[in-house]
Structure formats: C-alpha cells, structure tokens
DNA sequence: AAACAACCGTACCGTACGTTACGGTACGGC
DNA sequence: GCCGTACCGTAACGTACGGTACGGTTGTTT
C-alpha cells in the first residue's frame, strides 16, 4: 500500500519485472505459486506479499499489467470511404484473430475462466472482458457508425453494437472456445489473412448500405 | 473395474446418482472436493474411488455423463426445401444459444477450459469440445450440404465445415466467452429467439443459392 | 447361521501451497 | 559509526485436499 492500491496506478520497474514473471508462468503452463514466482523472479516472497497484497491481488495485477498494453492500434479517423472502411475492419479482424491466437491470450482467458467460477474477490473475468470482447465492440461501435452515417452501412440507428457482435461472430466464430479448450488450432498469420478477408466480405454482404432491408427486425 | 472402465459403457444408478451430485455441487459453484462429493451424495469416499479411480476420472466420467444426454433433437431429415431448411437452421440456433446459456453448460465449460490448460491427463477439454462446438458442426454439415444439393445453398462443394462455422460465429457471436468470463448476460427466451432469427436470416442471406456469388473465395 | 460382498462413515497420512516470521545484506541519511 | 528502509532467501506454520485404511452395517448367498 505504498503508492499504489488496486486501481489506476502504475507500478515500478522492478514490480513489472516480477508481473511479466507471472505471465511467464502462466502462460508457459507451469504452476504459479508464490514459491514459484519467488524463484522465477528472483524476489522474495515477502516482497510480493508487501506489494501485492495476497495472491489474488497479485493475479489482478498480473492481468491489469497484460491488459494495459494491449491497447490495439488506432483506427485512423479520416472520412469515411468504402474502401476505407473495408480495410480498417480487415486490420482490425487480422489483428483480433492475431491476438485471440497468442499464447498469453489464451492463457489468460483460461485463468479469468477459471476464476470466474470460483472467487468472488478477484474479478479477473471482468477485467478480461473489459478488455477484450467488450473493448472491441467500443472500438468497433464508432467505426460502424461512422459508416452507417456515410451511407456505406445500413442499420438501424442504435444497432451498431448488434452490428458489431455479428463483426465479431464472424470474425471469431468457434475460433477462440476451440483453443481455450484445448483443440490444436494453427492459426497461420496466412490463415487469419484469409479470415479476416472472409469475415469483413461477410460483414459487408450483410450491412452494405442500400442493397437489402435491414436484419434488425423481428419475425 | 467392475462393468466400465473408461470408455463406452453405462454407470449404476447409483453411481449416476453420485456424478449427478457432482454435477450440482459444480454447477452451483461450490468446491467439487472428494469429501465433498462424499458428503453430498452420502456415499464414502472409498467408494467413489472405487468406482472412478481418481480425481481424474470422476471428472471425466461426469463430463461423459452431461455430455451423453445432450444429444440435440434429430434433424428431420425430409425433402429440403428452403423453409424446412431455414425451419430447421431455426431451431437449430435456439436449441444451441440455449445449451450455451444454461448454467450446466457455463459451468461444464469453465472446468473443462480450466483444466485444458493445466492438466495433461484428464482430456476434459476434448471431450467437451467434442459435444460442444464439433459436435454441432457434424450436425450442421449435412444439413447444409443437402441444401447446397437441392439448389438452396450456394457455397463450393467442400467449404460446408467453413458455412457451418460462419453459422456458429452469426448464432453464438460473444455470447459464450462473455458468460464464461461471467458478465451476467440474461438471454430469456424472447431474445434467444429473436437473436437466432437474426442470425438464421444473416445466414441465408450469405449463402442463399443463386443470389449472389460465392463466399469462400479468397482474396 | 455363517460367510461374504458392497457400502457407509470417519479417522488418518502425505503433500502442496498460501501466508507469516525471521535472519542476513545493501544502501542512503545523520 | 549508527539507524531505518528495502529487499533477498529460507524456514516454519496452518490448512485444504487427494488418497488410503479400517471398523461397522446391511443384504445376499450357501
């Protein structure tokens, strides 16, 4: 409780180093215990209790500190041309997958996963939605909106999230529970090129502006 | 070593009894502790070793045991026409979006993700992967692929796997990453139906035959 | 009735791990 | 030189839990 508690502030050099040792751990699969960690960060465990708290509080800063550097790049704000746009949610759906794919993604889902069922502390699963799919969609709103009032996208005004959560289907689809749940997915950057090429052609068949009604209706 | 071992056969009503209350005592998110399952279903824990060996095994056998009475309705497997088809694709997606919601499915998920990144021998994850999104996609190709015979569906002959998982992705969205990692997403029934509606018409109108050219190209 | 099997309940063992405590070292301030 | 602070390394404590052993009870067979 030095400078930092649990919220915004940032941590020391050496603390981040004992933080990407935890990453490490986890996702090289090896155990992170505090002994473990002790010995991978060269640090004593009395340390890591003064700065961390307890484990759980170790686990949250561990995943705050993953989360506070995937920040995607940002989406170029210029006027709004079809081509343009196609090609921000080509860049945005290669970069998604690309991260989906990684090891410490994956990693780190599975441990907020787990812990999302168990602990009530530790709301590792919140922030790891707060910084995943959720983040997308905030990404991924404006962009959609912009289009939709450019007359490149068609759907009703209010729906660009429902927008986005298809954007996000197609772009995903069984990509990510697969590999959380083990299956052996490659993943090529080749492969991700060509998905994301089939999602965003997808993404325009369906809310291009002008060549069909909209999919928001009920039945 | 009495009936079963590992693989096909069937369990004792007693021994259901007992992987049913393992069951419960996972789904509703209490400690799944071999003296724990001892005591929720007054059985000994001597037993229960007996019958499955290990920790191991007992999750194991109690994700078989959801696993075998999953088995989604039979697809009537009729003339396809289009409206028995987008029927079928219809109801499909409602029964999916509503495995996927229910509090036995998040639950089984989380186990089966959290030990598919620490644990070597329990394949949990296979095995939920293999009823799970696998088993839905050995369902969906042959419906589709009778569709794309009858003239119905447009997509090269091969890419139904690549059709059915676009399918997941429209159906599924974030949907399920999203309760894994416990945002309290509600999906009554109204919204179930109404999002499989949505993704059942987003469906057709990628891949309705004779409207437009294929999809699967690449770039 | 005796023998046996299946099972329950519980005590027990070994270990892994979170957490704490403590001795030892390096360093800046006075 | 001395004190306080920060840190390392490690021993120690308490607990939870997987796994085993054993006595007691019930039901079945001979």
New interface residues.
Partial sequence: MSAVESGAGEWTERQRDVLDAALRLIVE?R?LTMTSLASAASCSKETIYKWFGDRAGLLTATVRHQASRVRGTPLPEGRATRDALEASLHRFAVEWLTVLGGQTS??L??????H???DRAA?L??I??NN??LAM?ARLVPMLEAGRLAGILDFDAGDAE?AA??F???????V???L????PLSLSPAEI??DA??AT??FF??FAGGQ?RS??G??
Same sequence: chains 1, 2.
């Fill in positions: 699969g155990p994956v990693a889902n599975r441990l907020a996963v787990a999302a069922g168990t709301d699963g919140a790891v939605l995943g799919p969609e429902t959560r298809s996000f289907g197609l772009v995903v689809r069984d990510q529970i697969r959380l749940l083990g299956d090129e060509r090429g089939r052609r997808q068949t369906l069909h999919t928001g009920d039945s």
